[in-house]
């Protein structure tokens, strides 16, 4: 018998399939996904492997091959079903093995996490005469009537005694003890979520995505429009039938909401996983899955591989968030990977947008996914009103101020009225700009092309390395005193805030206040428990939460996203208006929202004001088709850095004249090299190749076997990213 392994080695060189033989002893245990020893190279190190194929053909060079030492991990960490996938991932995102396969793997297990376990304390034998009084009985009594509940340390608390009675009762068996499993997960109770009838539009949708003959689903429904009561019968359905289901959000941490409805319709047994959750959680929520504890598992991307044996259904909310595209190796897109698993498992997908992204609409026109759609508010409740509030305006009329005169104004009414407001800014800190005003010298971080932004903390902050350093009041360069801030932040906008309107109450979401591991939840609770009038906050508070009580919306400034030098720039500000917009007026009550901006022509503004998605995809395709940006193209973004500036200069050109002379094609085009748009991040200086159009797989494959080729003699001074399809370009 021999089994394929894959070395646990980041090298490429080693991104193959090792054949090794299996000794005798192991055959009947070895299984795929189980991690081995193995001897490897000249000097027969022990290294660990993972097995990824079984079989019984014989090899020519059998007495080459080297044997499996051992069974490291007995847990099967993926299974013989997960072995297209990886393939897919492989081919597709140009990743190695080892990348794809630990999608799979709950990080922790390869450093030894495992089941956590104590040791609770049971009665054994009664007591005889001997022992029938304190503090024996006590001990006894105690544990009598909480059997495999308390540890030792808990009896001696409560009791107040040291560990010797309790320990002569262990030795002559009056009491026993025995090993108990901790579950490291949240077992909260969570308050009922109660079914709700749906309407007839929610029927309708329901009915076409559970009796349709398609496998995948687009569902476009308008803010507030019931899409995840929708999905709780979708997976109720599921359940059923007897199979289960993932549902994912753009980042778990950051939607309690989520978790709080399905856990009070669905109870705990439900698997929550989240980029925030240590390598025990992680573990247990995995083993639960495995042991099929768990039929519905919510979570971010990762949970997508989450070892469902009987997987029925996936649900992809805001499926137009680009954090369903992962930035580091492989760098899948979440898309992908669910329309895959829809063939290869059989089960159904929905994706969920009031703003779906272009791909996502393009592939419902031309049939790949089915549209299904909710155009109304639950209720018949009316979108709130957008008004565009031109802040040229207001600089004509001297207001310098963060709020226009109607933003104020309407600030003050709400408040007035008792209803809530929630004001959303994409940029934390203080200010984001600091210079001097004599020398147009700039705080820029020295590792990256940043400029630094201060913070009340009296910090300079860059946001890409966090490289910090203390503020100061005179100019490095030229000495002067006129060192000025510029930019608002979410901190500057709170104390704005605070200052014009001294009796609200204010909350500030962002990085920078929930990076404990609770501190969302915290936010989003005192906001909705109403002990809050004011929530501001960065495009966290943009996605999906539900807020009756608000009825302003208020956007500080549309341009920050509009004037990012990236082709998805018109659509990622469309779906932010559209989103934030969203929070506004869910219940009875009427919502407005503001939003300022110094281009309220902007044809993503415009017709954003108007809800009209229609009109936005239609300009918008015709702009991409026109470049061949995505949908028409792929594109393969190969990024070099280094330290040595010169070197990557040199070698960015050698590889682009290289690549435009060996893969000449009509299918595809390549440019630059050129400067990244961030040219120096952490001490890398940045150039980008950007190859563009109809790429098949195993050209995409060569051309990044040239690339690290033609690098090899440099490889420890440059580093190479290659992306395909990334979120943006900078
Ligand atoms: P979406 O996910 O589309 O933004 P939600 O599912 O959050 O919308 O629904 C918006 C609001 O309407 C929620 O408060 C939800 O409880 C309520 N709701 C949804 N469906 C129904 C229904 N069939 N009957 C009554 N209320 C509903
Ligand atoms: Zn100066
Ligand atoms: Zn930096």
């Not at 009947?28 to 053909?57: A, C, H, T, W």
């Not at 026993?176 to 979520?193: C, F, L, P, S």
């Not at 934390?428 to 201060?454: A, E, M, Q, W």
Request: aromatic share 10%; with cysteine.
């Amino acid at each position: 018998m021999f089994a394929g392994i894959i070395v646990n080695s980041e090298s490429i060189a080693l991104d193959k399939i090792f054949t090794y033989k299996v000794p005798e002893d192991l055959e009947d245990k070895l299984k795929i996904g189980q991690i081995v020893n193995i001897p490897f190279g000249r000097g027969n190190k022990l290294v660990m492997g993972f097995v990824y194929s079984i079989n019984n053909e014989i090899q020519s060079d059998y007495n080459k091959i080297k044997s499996i030492h051992s069974i490291k991990i007995v847990e099967e960490t993926f299974t013989e079903d997960n072995i297209n996938l990886i393939e897919y991932i492989k081919e597709n995102y140009l990743s190695t093995y080892l990348e794809a396969l630990k999608l799979f793997i709950p990080t922790g297990i390869l450093s030894g996490a495992r089941r956590k376990t104590k040791m609770v304390l049971y009665t054994g034998k009664a007591l005889d005469d001997k022992y029938d009084k304190d503090p024996y009985k006590s001990i006894f009594n105690l544990i009598k009537f909480n059997e495999g509940k308390f540890i030792k340390n808990d009896i001696c608390q409560r009791l107040n005694i040291s560990t010797s009675p309790l320990n002569t009762l262990i030795k002559h068996g009056y009491i026993t003890a025995g090993d108990k499993v901790v579950n490291r997960y949240n077992t909260r109770e969570y308050e009922a979520y109660l079914k709700k009838d749906l309407s007839e539009a929610q029927k309708d949708v329901f009915n076409e995505i559970i009796l349709g003959e398609n496998n995948v689903y687009l569902l476009k429904g308008v803010t507030g429009s019931g899409k995840t009561e929708v999905y709780m019968n979708l997976v109720e359905e599921y359940m059923k039938r007897g199979k289960s289901s993932i549902v994912l959000v753009p980042e778990i941490a950051l939607t309690p909401q989520m978790v709080e409805r399905f856990k009070g319709r669905f109870g705990r047994d439900i698997a929550i996983f989240h980029s925030r959750l240590s390598d025990g959680e992680r573990f247990d929520e995995w083993y639960r899955v495995k042991e099929g504890k768990a039929k519905l598992a919510i979570g971010a991307r990762s949970a997508l591989f989450l070892p469902f044996s009987n997987l029925g259904l996936i649900i992809v909310d805001e499926e137009h968030e680009n954090s369903y595209k992962s930035e580091s190796d492989p760098k899948y897109h979440i898309r992908d990977i669910a329309v895959f698993l829809s063939k290869n498992n059989n089960c159904r997908v929905v994706f969920g947008s009031a703003t779906p992204s272009i791909e996502s609409y393009h592939n419902a026109r031309n049939g790949e996914y089915k549209l299904v759609q909710l155009n109304n508010r639950i209720d018949g409740a009316t979108m709130p009103l957008i008004t565009l509030v031109d802040m040229r305006e207001e600089l004509k009329n001297n207001n310098r101020s963060i709020f226009s005169k109607q933003l104020y104004e309407e600030i003050n009414l709400r408040l007035s009225k008792k209803e809530q407001i929630i004001l959303f800014l994409n940029r934390r800190g203080y200010s984001t700009f600091v210079s001097c005003r004599k020398c147009g010298f700039v705080f820029k971080c020295p590792n990256c092309d940043i400029s630094l932004t201060y913070h009340t903390n009296g910090r300079l902050i860059c946001h890409y390395c966090g490289h910090q350093e203390g503020s100061r009041n005179t100019c490095p360069k030229c000495s002067s005193s006129y060192v000025k801030y510029f930019g608002v932040g979410t901190e500057k906008l709170e104390k704005e805030i605070n200052k014009t309107f001294p009796s609200a109450r204010t909350i500030r979401m962002d990085f920078d206040t929930t990076r404990k591991k609770d501190s969302y939840e915290e936010i989003y609770k005192t906001f909705k428990n109403g002990k809050a009038d004011i929530l501001l906050g960065t495009q966290m508070i943009a996605k999906g939460l539900d807020f009756p009580n608000v009825t302003l919306v208020g956007v500080i400034s549309a341009d920050l996203s509009l004037n990012l030098p990236d082709f998805r720039a018109s659509e990622r500000t469309f779906q932010l208006i559209t989103q934030v917009a969203g929070r506004a007026g869910r219940d009875k009550k009427l919502g407005k929202v503001l939003v300022q901006t110094y281009t309220p022509e902007h044809y993503s503004l415009q017709l954003a004001k108007n809800y009209d998605y229609e009109g936005f995809y239609k300009d918008e395709i015709k702009i991409r088709e026109f470049m061949s940006d995505p949908p028409f193209s792929k594109i393969m973004l190969i990024n070099l850095s280094s330290e040595k500036e010169e070197l990557l200069i040199n070698k960015s050109n050698d590889v682009a004249i290289h690549l435009k002379k060996e893969y000449k094609s009509d299918e595809f085009s390549i440019l630059g090299p050129s400067p990244c748009i961030i040219g120096k991040i952490k001490s890398m200086f940045r150039w980008q190749i950007i190859v563009k159009g109809n790429i098949a797989n195993d050209t995409a494959h060569n051309i990044k076997n040239s690339v690290y080729n033609l690098i090899k003699d440099v490889y420890n001074d440059i580093r190479i990213n290659i992306d395909i399809n990334p979120n943006n370009l900078l």
